[in-house]
């Protein structure tokens, strides 16, 4: 149980285009779900936390209209990195809590690697 | 601000030896911590967690880790490493919210 899917897995985009990754909980029901970007050898940075039906929240020095995030299920989140640039090449991991889990336990989705040529 | 540090970036062991990866963390409040662990290729998969009660914790794979408030400390251990231990392994934190605070990553490497 517990199972977090990511699409795609990979993607290569050009530079000025948008790209959608979902992150999806496939067993359980997830209200909040958390999108994270983890550069090459260093740790997962927390980008914003995705509520169903609300307004995501963003974490200082995310910019909000570039990183477009809703919530529209209990089992789907989508971030949209709109007019991408190379800079936003990265790994993009979502995570997900269970409703009915143990307090704070987040489950990982296995992640989106970005390249923006 | 809460930060998580992992002071030990890259370890490397022969199977059978013991291992112990550092976690600081810079709170003083009541906390939750976390191990996690990414196997090449893989999601991150929980280790063990501690919420309250004994501070020394099992967790899966024969892994275990001591809370040690007094030295803001949560390390890991594992008495034998095998060689599919071989991983990235990633402390956490939070504060009774759902933000997790992450170290940057331990990468083990254990050789036959």
């Known amino acids: 149980g517990a199972v977090v899917s990511q699409h795609p897995s990979w993607v290569i985009c050009k530079s000025g285009t948008s790209v959608k990754i979902e992150c999806r909980s496939l067993?359980?029901?997830?209200?909040?779900m958390f999108w994270y970007r983890q550069f090459p050898k260093q740790s997962l940075m927390l980008m914003a936390t995705?509520?169903?039906?609300?307004?995501?929240?963003?974490e200082q020095g995310v910019e909000k209209d570039k990183f477009l995030i809703n919530h529209a299920s209990l089992t789907l989140s989508t971030l949209t990195v709109t007019s991408a640039h190379p800079e936003d090449s990265s790994f993009y991991i979502c995570?997900?809590?269970?409703?009915?889990?143990?307090?704070?336990?987040?489950?990982f989705g296995p992640g989106t690697r970005l390249t923006v040529l | 601000a809460q930060s998580v540090s992992q002071h030990n970036h890259h370890v490397i062991l022969s199977e059978a030896a013991s291992l112990e990866l550092g976690c600081n963390y810079s709170?003083?409040?009541?906390?939750?911590l976390f191990w996690y662990v990414q196997y090449p290729g893989q999601h991150l998969q929980l280790l063990l967690k501690?919420?309250?009660?004994?501070?020394l914790v099992k967790g899966i794979k024969g892994f275990e880790a001591e809370f040690i408030k007094s030295k803001f400390s949560f390390n890991l251990r594992k008495p034998s490493v095998q060689w599919s231990d071989t991983a990235e392994y990633f402390c956490?934190?939070?504060?009774?919210?759902?933000?997790?605070?992450f170290g940057t990553g331990t990468r083990l490497q254990v050789f036959p």
């Open positions: 995705s509520n169903e039906g609300s307004k995501a929240t963003y």
């Open positions: 995570s997900a809590r269970d409703l009915g889990g143990a307090f704070n336990e987040q489950f």
């Open positions: 956490a934190v939070n504060e009774n919210t759902d933000k997790l605070i």
């Open positions: 067993d359980f029901q997830a209200t909040t």
């Open positions: 501690y919420f309250s009660g004994d501070p």
């Open positions: 709170y003083g409040g009541t906390v939750n």
